[in-house]
């Protein structure tokens, strides 16, 4: 089955700096990938997502890209803020059958 | 609001005692899961449902049980909780289709066994 790599697992960025996650993932048949964000305590959300027909797709300060022929996606989050602190989960789906890579928390320093 | 709702959020229980953790949904989703979360683990998949007559196994369902009693209910059973169960427990739904937008999950059931 598909399994998803996330790298770094603990990322820490000085408010303002960038910060970007990326994640491999082994079955080429998967067409969507979603990031979550999960805030201490609380649920993982979707906070942005592409399908595999497209290489890049922006909403605001984040951006994911895909490359497709070497199976790996990143999340880009510019001009950080402290208040985007919290684990990220990057997943890769095929049919929605979805893998969720470990996470990786990201710590923005004010 | 439309949502994915756990009870109960918490729950302390003993090694070998019978435990429910219940989720309902007010999403119509036809599509539910039951995923564990451990540090440094990620999620990982437990149980899922495609619809009421529909149970599938995950990648840990040993010490696992499920059942979808309607569209909008899927609880998930621990027959004799171990210590190492102790984990944060998310259900979750999803709808195929044309505009598939991954999962919502639900708000978590931090469960602990002592």
């Given at each position: 089955g598909e399994n998803v790599e996330q790298h770094p697992s603990t990322l820490s960025v000085q408010e303002g700096d960038s910060a970007v996650i990326k994640c491999t993932y082994s079955?080429?048949?998967?067409n969507y990938f979603p990031w979550y964000k999960q805030e201490l305590g609380k649920r993982p959300q979707l906070i942005i997502d592409i399908r595999s027909n497209v290489g890049e797709k922006k909403d605001q300060r984040i951006a994911v890209t895909l490359n497709k022929t070497a199976k790996h996606f990143s999340l880009h989050i510019t001009?950080?803020?402290?208040?985007?602190s919290a684990v990220y989960f990057c997943a890769a789906s095929i049919k929605d059958d979805m893998r969720f890579g470990a996470g990786t928390r990201l710590t923005v320093k004010p | 609001d439309a949502d994915v709702t756990q009870t109960p959020r918490n729950r302390i229980t003993k090694t070998g005692k019978r435990i429910m953790l219940e989720c309902s949904q007010t999403?119509?989703?036809?599509r539910m899961y039951w995923y564990r979360q451990d540090p440094g683990l990620g999620l990982r998949l437990i149980y899922y449902s495609f619809d009421v007559k529909d149970i599938n196994k995950g990648e840990i369902s040993d010490g696992y049980s499920v059942s979808r009693?309607?569209?909008?209910k899927f609880s998930l059973s621990l027959e004799s909780a171990i210590p190492n169960q102790t984990a944060l427990y998310f259900c979750a739904t999803s709808e195929p289709g044309q505009g598939y937008r991954g999962y919502t999950f639900g708000s978590g059931t931090r469960l602990t066994v002592v």
């Open positions: 079955d080429s048949a998967s001009e950080t803020q402290p208040e985007d | 999403k119509g989703h036809d009693q309607a569209q909008a």
